[in-house]
């Protein structure tokens, strides 16, 4: 098998993404951290465009945790008001590149005109078959394994299920993101090497690689690196690295 093949092989199907360090990219410049959440947002629309050119199926991104309601009201009004205006700015084209658009997280604690523009933009987008980009806002991980827990609760108690139904398999169709691949690279920006309460249960076997730029400065040369680094991860889930040598060469 030729090195290019080898390539297309470990090329991610689901890329997830923490768009970290907008405020500090703001603060070196002597801008408010709105300033820095604007420049994030065309970072963003860049690699969501880089990756429907390189046929990524589905990419997550994190928004807006369920933790950052603790940051200084300014701050959470000015980003409700940012994640309007992308919206309506955004959608049409993401439309016409065929994008699926879902939203992850409690969405219920948003305006109801948010609430309503995040609708609108799933509906638009259902039947499209391009790559499906989920978008966290109020999502918390911890939240989400929380969330099955109910749904699967709720079915042991109707009768719908027995509780010697409930494994780990069961769990995963209950969390967000059911139905995707699960993530193959998590990507970091801003310098932490911390999960921030992210997609914690569908992180198990996700390649992690944390970069120092900051969010408004991750370009697609930042993404071609992730890509790279990713390209020699021997991915073993629990098994030998020779097992896996092997099972390659059998494939080719
Ligand atoms: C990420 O950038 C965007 C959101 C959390 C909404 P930050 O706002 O966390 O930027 P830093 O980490 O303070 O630089
Ligand atoms: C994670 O970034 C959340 C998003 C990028 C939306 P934070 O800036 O909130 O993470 P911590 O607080 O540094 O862990
Ligand atoms: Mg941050």
Redesign the pocket.
Known sequence: MGKDNTQEMQKPKHIVVV???????A?KRFMP?TA??KA?VNATRELVKACVEKSIDALTIF???SE?WKRPDQEVSS?MELFLTTLQSEVKELHEQSVRMCFIGDVGAFSEKLQNKIRQAEDLTRDNTGMCLSIAVNYGGRWDVANACKIIAEKVESGEIKSSDVNAELVNQHVALAGLPEPDLFIRT?GDKRISNFLIWQLAYTELYFTDA??PDFDRNELDQALAWFVNRQRRFGKTGDQVEQANKVNC
């Open positions: 768009m970290d360090g907008n405020g500090r990219w603060k951290r820095g959440h994030g928004a807006f945790s950052n980003l801003g900051l969010w």
